[in-house]
């Protein structure tokens, strides 16, 4: 009798989970649309074009200033001293070094100003979106550009660019 009521318990709380779970309500947005239609989004995007421009000047001047020492160098005179040669490959090495150096810090640099100016942006679209799933009753949210199915009505991605007034 026993085995019979846990038998009967397990179906209705089955029944009941899933009807919970169908009462919550999901939706679906296009967080890149959404952030390539914002203002914000489009002026860090210029910025962080310029600064790559401005990496890039400075390490082509470098790369100006090591190709001279190279061409330099194999242009020594054949009886140029040991010392002399030697001089020069130390510097052309150090010069290498500190290119190597740059290109890497140059990285971490624009990284780091990706990080700055992208942060706050993301930030206020998921806020937004969590205002606008909240004010619509949605109690998931997902992204469209990693969801390969799901059903164009509960897609909001309109009512979030709305909020932002576009």
């Known amino acids: 009798m026993m085995k019979h009521k846990t038998l009967l318990f397990i179906p209705v709380m089955l029944f009941m989970c899933f009807g919970a779970f169908a009462q919550e309500k999901i939706g679906y947005v296009d967080i890149k649309e959404i952030l390539n239609q914002l203002p914000e989004r489009k002026q860090a995007q210029l910025e962080l074009e310029r600064?790559?421009?401005?990496?890039?000047?400075?390490?082509?001047?470098?790369?100006?200033?090591?190709?001279?020492?190279?061409?330099?160098?194999?242009?020594?005179?054949?009886?140029?001293?040991?010392?002399?040669?030697?001089?020069?490959?130390?510097?052309?090495?150090q010069m290498d070094e500190r290119m190597n150096n740059f290109q890497r810090q140059s990285q971490e640099l624009l990284d780091d100003k990706e990080l700055a100016l992208l942060t706050p942006i993301n930030d206020m679209v998921m806020a937004t979106i969590?205002?606008?799933?909240?004010?619509?009753?949605?109690?998931?949210?997902?992204?469209?550009?990693?969801?390969?199915?799901?059903?164009?009505?509960?897609?909001?991605?309109?009512?979030?660019?709305?909020?932002?007034?576009?």
């Open 51 to 93: 600064y790559v421009d401005e990496l890039g000047n400075d390490f082509q001047a470098m790369k100006f200033q090591y190709d001279q020492k190279i061409e330099e160098y194999t242009h020594l005179p054949e009886n140029a001293s040991a010392a002399v040669k030697e001089n020069m490959e130390s510097q052309i090495m």
């Open 130 to 166: 969590e205002k606008v799933a909240k004010k619509n009753g949605y109690v998931h949210v997902f992204d469209t550009g990693t969801t390969l199915v799901y059903p164009k009505e509960t897609e909001f991605t309109r009512l979030v660019l709305k909020e932002f007034g576009l």
